[in-house]
């Protein structure tokens, strides 16, 4: 019999956690529709065959072209359709659950690539673009906020690995799917590569079914009974009663205050209080990824790949996306030992220095070939480094509000850092542009400014939330407490709420045998008083 409970009661490995590991991977592929669009969008603006359908002929360059407000809306109204679902994310998800959502994504999904495999027309591909940028926002969103809310305490990096390694790898299928068609002068150039998004969210949409909603969404909405059902199928079959009843009294004893505290419309209740603190927090994280300058990064690779005399751009680029593909892998290798901060904070260094010594080359050799290789190599490196702490970024922002305000909260920093994305894409030219202010590389001076200001962020005022279940995050919260002591609070109404969860396990425990013994009893009795010797 237990005799101490943690406030993560669990047992600390991966063995006894695989079922519930399984049905997060499954989760995550929704993030694999962002890296497929991210990937098969900028392939098809150099097709002939998609260019021929939606854009014209340049005697001047003696090829096709597009223009480039259709080329601008393609991509901007992607963008507004992520931005809008995020914000949707927090009624959508309080009112119909994580799996829902998930569902409604699929269903757009499906929508919005029918109509583009089957349209010529541009405002029929502009409203598609729309509807795809609601599907993958939701996608992008719900399996987040089911996987935060799923996974055990100690392996919710682990599974936020799975998150990233999905991203990396729909772009680079979109990337390879894009260079086997690209030479088709038909509509199916863009058609082929269209038809994978179809893949992922039908795989998840089958899965889904066979997968428990979260329980702590059902906690939340009162359906104590099915959130213990629902804990119980995440859990795997073998799991001890005192671990399991542990951890179900600590998410119903901490929603059951969340709720007390929280009666207003939510979407004001996340700026009041200790929420404040919180909603900022998580916004702040979470746009940690507009603030890097991913954004210029990933655009003008092919830009510098060029300069730097690379003969096969394409396969560089892809080079340089299975580099991120191996910088998240390795961060998986270490998440469950290394904290949060740390990793930020490691991840936010690496990447300034990269900005740094990019701006600094070109300062010096404007131009040059050796230049334009120097960038490449700090562009992969600044990859490989991003894409490691990319997925713990995202992981805190998502630990940090409370189960109720979990929705509401993370919907508006993940449409914030849509919006923030878009803003660096969109001034990225002026910075760069030999008819503007014609900086290119050394754009890398300002990104490393931000960086450093990132890590003096995390430094102050992100707190250590690693192997904390979120109901402790709750109460440090809660109490106010300060930065630094996250690490090392103890968290006793916690405890208590896991105490209490033991003790009812000692209850069940104790009245299992006793009722087996009486059912063997009675079986027995049953077949004394049958006839014996009867024949047939």
Known sequence: MRTAVSANPLQLDVRSHRKCLIICFFLTMGTFQYGLDYALVGGFLSMPGFLKVYGYYSPTLGKWNIDPTVQQLISSLMTIGTFVSSLLVGPLSSKFGRRHGLWFAAGLNAISTAIMLGTTSVAALYVARLILGVSVGWFFTFSQLYVQEAAPAHLRGVVFGFYQVMLSVGSIVGASVDFGTHNILSRRSYQ????????????????????????????????????????????????????F???????????RDQLEQNKKWLFLEMWRGTNLRRTCLCIAVVCFHAANGSSWVNIYTTYFL?????????????????????????????????????????????????????????????????????????????????????????????????????????GVATALNFVGNWLGTFTAPYFINPAKLGWSAKYGYIWFGTNSLLVLFTIFFIPETRDRTLEEMHEMFENKVPTHKFKSYVCTGVED????????????????????????????????????????
């Open 306 to 410: 060029t300069i730097a005399g690379v003969d096969n751009a394409f396969a560089m680029s892809v080079m340089i996306t299975c580099i991120g593909l191996a910088g998240c892998l390795f961060s998986l290798a270490f998440t469950r030992y290394v904290d949060r901060r740390a990793v930020i904070i490691i991840g936010c260094s690496a990447c300034a220095l990269c900005q740094l010594f990019m701006a600094v080359v070109w300062t010096v050799h404007p131009g040059s070939k050796v230049a334009g290789k120097c960038v490449v190599a700090f562009i992969s490196l600044f990859t490989f480094f991003y894409v490691a702490y990319s997925p713990t970024a995202w992981l805190v922002g998502g630990e940090i509000p409370s189960n109720q305000l979990r929705p509401f909260t993370y």
């Open 497 to 536: 709420y896991a105490a209490q969860g033991v003790a009812k396990a000692d209850v069940l425990v104790e009245r299992t045998p006793f009722q087996r013994e009486k059912e063997d009893m009675e079986h027995v009795e049953v077949r004394d008083n049958e006839p014996r010797g009867q024949s047939k």
């Open 192 to 243: 082929i590569p269209l038809a994978m998004f179809f893949v992922a969210p039908t795989i998840q949409t089958i899965m889904i079914i066979f997968f428990p909603e979260s329980p702590r969404w059902l906690m939340v909405q009162g359906e104590d009974e099915k959130a213990e059902k629902a804990l119980r199928r995440l859990r795997n079959d073998n799991i001890d009663e005192h671990e």
């Open 245 to 255: 009843q542990a951890e179900l009294n600590e998410i119903r004893g901490s929603t």
